[in-house]
């Protein structure tokens, strides 16, 4: 029986390092590379060139993948009166407003996204060290801070993922399962690249996406071809 480690090495050996791919091609490898016995994320990481020490070139933003992520997405609503039965009616997980403050207060996480109306933000604010490092924090940017959280809930569930750029000019984004067919893949991934183009900077100075590459959780990272995005 196969170790990991020789698993691994010979999902390597599928990938020519010193080239670039096609995205068609590179989901293509990285569903023939997976050697878990899981079902793999699909994640994609671009390094940019843009310097996120100055908040002008700050990249972050949301993009509502087609084929969604693969993922059963936990929300909780922090909403009261008719926004509150609005996000029910949306799908949201979990709805309330004080309670809920109290329980994450309590040391409860068991979510994946905070949804929130504007006027429940001032006691939300008060969490920010609890929910700030865990990326849970709402923000209008995310479109997690709105009136409208039905329309909110419906993307989240659809499969919609929020971005931002790290300390060092990295962006990570989950886009589907090894289990999707590979056209499914290929479409997220596209429509990922065209979202973060988009947000490119006015303040960024040169060449924009410098690199990209696509890889399963345990499998080798395959090159894009990114002369398309620049």
């Not at 002008?56 to 087609?66: E, I, K, S």
């Not at 403050?101 to 040391?107: E, I, N, Y």
């Not at 410098?210 to 990114?226: E, F, H, I, Q, Y």
Request: positive net charge.
């Amino acid at each position: 029986m196969a170790t990991a480690g020789k698993r691994f090495r010979a999902a390597v050996a599928r990938v020519d390092r010193t080239r670039t791919y096609q995205v068609a091609e590179a989901v293509e490898l990285v569903k023939a590379a997976a050697f878990a016995k899981f079902d793999e994320s699909v994640d994609v990481s671009v390094n940019l060139g843009v310097d996120p020490r100055h908040a002008d070139q700050v990249v972050r933003g949301t993009c509502v993948l087609p084929h969604g992520t693969g993922k059963t997405v936990k929300v909780l609503v922090i909403a009261q009166g008719d926004r509150a039965n609005e996000a029910r009616d949306a799908g949201a997980d979990h709805v309330g407003a004080d309670d809920y403050l109290q329980r994450l207060k309590d040391g409860w996480l068991d979510i994946d996204v905070i949804v929130a109306t504007p006027d429940m933000m001032g006691k939300l604010g008060a969490l920010g060290r609890v929910l700030g490092p865990r990326g849970l924090m709402p923000n209008p940017k995310a479109g997690t801070v709105t009136m409208d959280v039905a329309r909110a809930v419906r993307e989240i569930k659809a499969g919609k993922i929020e971005f931002r750029v790290d300390k060092t000019g990295n962006v990570h984004a989950p886009v589907g399962k090894v289990s999707f067919p590979p056209q499914a893949l290929a479409d997220n991934v596209q429509a990922f690249m065209e979202t973060l183009v988009r947000a490119k900077p006015s303040a960024a100075k040169g060449q924009y996406i410098r690199s990209a590459t696509v890889s399963s959780t345990m499998g080798p990272g395959v090159k894009l071809d990114t002369a398309g995005y620049r």
